[in-house]
């Protein structure tokens, strides 16, 4: 059976940069409160006409070329965003138009900010299982349409930032493998610690959207923020230790952890949990806030750019998100 790496990452952030005395003019709030509560100083936003899948085109063309391959010599595109450019259909097939891929398969997937390790779970079954050659996944996120500066939405609000990365997963050379494991779990009994409401069939009357739904908030994201962040560094910690007891590894072995960025509190912590020395864990959180599922293929793309991430060693993944949902990916890049 043929065994699956990944081939080329890529990865693209909006030029325009906000800062906390930038976001402290959408809402209320200070500087001082943002980096303690999240380390975040600064984000990326995209100007309004820019959709998540503008985004997700220059990280896709920027990942198919840093695998030396051409985009007509993709056959399945997988795509995992919680903005998408319209309602529906899934955002994968508005991807698929503006990347010139008519044809093929594409899977629109809804993992939240595990959307990359989902979607490389998916990529190394296809390609192991020869139906698809060479599977480009895209995470993308235009978070900053999605502000809320209200006392209730500020907490999500001061992390949000925009951007979108990319993947190609296609065949291991000479059999070796590259993507050794992906561990996937989710918990819907907590879906609601994190979500939006509206618009949605489950609201209990006839109409999908309603004037109220918006003078209340419920289009907008409303965390239990305790619950997630216990959670968060719970689950991303027990996935940590689940991987290196499946690959029959020491912690010792792994020379970069690569998690999700939900915020440098979360990270801080999930770090002293595991026991992993500090310079091994890569983090970029400051500087572009949550992305949520853009900011694993992001920092995995700048990771090997800087030569954090180098040939030959041993990477792991690790995300958790609304849902909930998380796992984990070991790679030998």
């Given at each position: 059976m043929t065994r699956s790496r990944i081939l080329g990452t890529g990865h693209y952030l909006p030029p325009k940069v906000?800062?906390?005395?930038?976001?402290?003019?959408?809402?209320?709030?200070?500087?001082?409160?943002?980096?303690?509560?999240?380390?975040?100083?600064?984000?990326?936003?995209?100007?309004?006409?820019?959709a998540a899948t503008d985004l997700g085109v220059a990280a896709c063309r920027a990942a198919v070329e840093d695998a030396g391959l051409s985009m007509d010599?993709?056959?399945?595109l997988i795509m995992n965003t919680i903005t998408p450019d319209h309602a529906d259909p899934g955002c994968a097939f508005f991807l698929q138009g503006k990347l010139g891929l008519p044809g093929i398969a594409v899977i629109?997937?809804?993992?939240?900010?595990?959307?990359?390790?989902?979607?490389?779970?998916?990529?190394?079954?296809?390609?192991?299982?020869?139906t698809y050659r060479h599977v480009l996944i895209a995470c993308a996120e235009t978070l900053s349409k999605r502000i809320d500066g209200s006392y209730d939405g500020r907490n999500i609000a001061i992390l949000l930032g925009d951007g979108a990365g990319a993947v190609v997963v296609g065949p291991a050379e000479d059999d070796r493998p590259g993507i050794l494991s992906t561990l996937l779990h989710a918990d819907g009994s907590q879906a609601k610690a994190l979500y939006t409401a509206a618009p949605g069939s489950g609201l209990g009357r006839l109409e999908h959207l309603t004037q109220d739904d918006i003078d209340q908030g419920r289009i907008h994201f409303r965390m239990d923020g305790k619950a997630v962040f216990q959670s968060g560094v719970a689950r991303m910690s027990e996935a940590v230790f689940e991987s290196l007891k499946v690959n029959g590894l020491a912690l010792e072995e792994i020379d970069v952890l690569v998690p999700h960025q939900a915020n440098l509190r979360m990270l801080e912590?999930?770090?002293?949990?595991?026991?992993?020395?500090?310079?091994?864990?890569?983090?970029?959180?400051?500087?572009?806030?949550?992305?949520?599922?853009?900011?694993?293929?992001?920092?995995?793309?700048?990771?090997?750019?800087?030569?954090?991430?180098?040939?030959?060693?041993?990477?792991?993944?690790?995300?958790?998100?609304?849902?909930?949902?998380?796992?984990?990916?070991?790679?030998?890049?």
């Open positions: 906000v800062t906390n005395f930038d976001v402290m003019e959408m809402m209320e709030t200070t500087d001082e409160f943002i980096v303690e509560r999240t380390g975040v100083h600064q984000r990326r936003h995209a100007e309004p006409d820019v010599q993709i056959d399945l629109d997937i809804r993992q939240q900010c595990a959307g990359l390790i989902y979607g490389l779970s998916i990529a190394d079954h296809f390609v192991r299982a020869g912590a999930i770090i002293q949990q595991v026991g992993i020395p500090q310079e091994k864990v890569f983090v970029n959180v400051e500087h572009y806030g949550n992305m949520a599922s853009a900011c694993l293929p992001i920092a995995v793309d700048q990771a090997r750019r800087s030569g954090v991430i180098r040939p030959g060693q041993l990477v792991m993944l690790v995300a958790f998100g609304s849902g909930f949902v998380w796992g984990s990916a070991l790679l030998r890049m």
